[in-house]
């Protein structure tokens, strides 16, 4: 993965959106929850507004107006600028070919699990196995409700992808919770921690 001048992906959900036309940070705030960018992109309106500076002063946006209002305070529209399209797409290009190796916090844990005792790692496990069916039945149910809007499937593809995860590691989840409860599990911890708690 190339190091990139702005390297935070809600860099690249400004420079997307400012593809569509020019728009001013609330704007664009307002968008991302429209279009349920925010299960995407993790971010703050301060986090925006930095990384919107972050943008302008590598040159991929631009100021191209302030509006004045005296009802709110000063708006600056920004623009995406030739070099902010090339970024954009070659930022693109990069993430959709390349796998990149990600540090999921689950991954952490499960590297560690061994340090709890087997009957609260099994119950531990059944509490995440249920918030994952709740997770993919609130996706599902964002799918089927775009789909009846008569949302593309290319404006669900993040959902199906969210779903397509989750269902994977409901599955993995309902395996290890098996084989945690298992005997072989519980008299290897306990000869493994034998002493050590």
């Known amino acids: ?9 809600l860099g690249l959900a400004v420079l997307a959106g400012l593809l569509e ?27 925006l507004y930095m990384v919107v500076g972050q943008l302008e002063k590598a040159g991929f946006i631009a100021a191209q107006e302030t509006l004045r209002d005296s009802a709110r305070p000063e708006r600056t529209v920004y623009a995406i600028t030739p070099t902010g399209r090339l970024e954009l797409f070659d930022w693109m290009r990069e993430l959709v070919a390349e796998p990149a190796t990600e540090y ?17 790692v099994h119950e531990l496990l059944l509490q995440r196995l249920a918030a994952l069916t709740a997770i993919a039945d609130e996706i599902r149910a964002t799918i089927d409700a775009g789909r009846e809007q008569g949302l593309a499937w290319w404006f669900l593809v993040e959902e199906d992808y969210r ?8 599955g993995f989840v309902e395996r290890l919770a098996e084989s945690v409860a298992g005997e072989d599990y519980r008299q290897a911890w306990e000869t493994y921690f034998k002493g050590r708690t």
């Open 1 to 9: 993965m190339k190091r990139r001048v702005v390297g935070n992906p």
């Open 21 to 47: 036309e020019p728009m001013h940070p609330y704007e664009m705030a307002r968008r991302f929850v429209e279009y349920g960018k925010e299960r995407d992109f993790k971010y703050t309106r301060s986090s």
């Open 104 to 120: 999921p916090l689950f991954g952490a844990a499960l590297s560690l699990f061994v340090v709890l005792p087997a009957d609260e």
């Open 163 to 170: 779903l397509t995860k989750v269902e994977a590691e409901r």
